[in-house]
């Protein structure tokens, strides 16, 4: 009951005055693109800037986090677009999309302030270190295998290109990585920019909760139904479970971040997955669904996660 009143229900509370703002044409027709945008390109670089900076690079590369992360996504990613293949019969491109629905959680707009609100900002970098996996890796990868089966008449050299000229302009994947040669370099920060990246920063976590209400007014929950509840299953259920099943084998992970980890694994579906397919033009009604539905049950199932947890 602490973790539904402390942490989940303000967080899911911010989401729902997003919605019901939406719902009631408050804010114009254009405020959650606005928001996202200013989310996306504005506030969250910077926070995420200031986290790789001012951390030990020890802790930043945490091999057995990413290990487990990694692993628990690969390995379900694997059986979802095996799935979708087999079952409901899609094609490379949109097996693919669902393999990434089933593994890419909202960690940016929703795990970071989460996280932050359940343990402190001192654990805010294992929520990151899982956004920028999501942001370079499971993006890129899920491209290049997009791309690959949607341009079959380019090489893979060009796909490549494709997919690598979209990272290097990902503000998620430019924060981190500036944080990170700032900090291995020991480049002394002026309290100016430390000053205006906690401030902007700070307006991360509400404006991308905001947004994520006002993103939901209007999305269909019907479409493709019997494939998107096996999608939104194995992401809020499979993933954390398979994560849970692999800890073992990594016994000398601290059990904070182990914690951050499972709770990573929860989150519903981020944004992006319905970003890639309206760019393909492949699996988007289904990915709207699911963004949907999963960000509705997740009020359920990441409040139960946390207080098994016992926060």
Known sequence: MTALLNVALPVFGIILAGYLAGRAKLLGGHAAEALNLFVFYIALPPLLFLAMAQTDLNRIFAWDFIAVYGLSMLTLFLIAALLSRLLFKRTTAEAALAGMGSIFGNTGYMGIPLTITAFGEDMALPAIIATVMNSALVVGGVSALVEGATRGGQGPWIIAGHVLKSLSRNPLVIGPAAGLIFGALAIPLPAPLITFCEIVGGAAGPCALFAI???????????????????????????????????????????????????????????????????????????????????????????????????
């Open 213 to 311: 209400g006002l993103f939901l007014v209007g999305k269909p929950l019907t479409a493709s139904l019997g494939e998107v509840s096996v999608v939104v299953a194995l992401k809020l259920l499979a993933l954390p479970a398979l994560a849970f099943l692999l800890l073992p084998l990594f016994p000398g992970m601290d059990s904070d971040w182990a914690r951050v980890l499972l709770l990573m694994t929860a989150l519903p579906l981020g944004a992006n997955v319905f970003v890639l397919a309206m760019k393909h033009d492949r699996w988007i009604l289904p990915s709207s669904s699911a963004t949907l539905l999963s960000t509705v049950l997740s009020v359920a199932t990441v409040s139960a996660l946390l207080a098994w947890m016992g926060l």
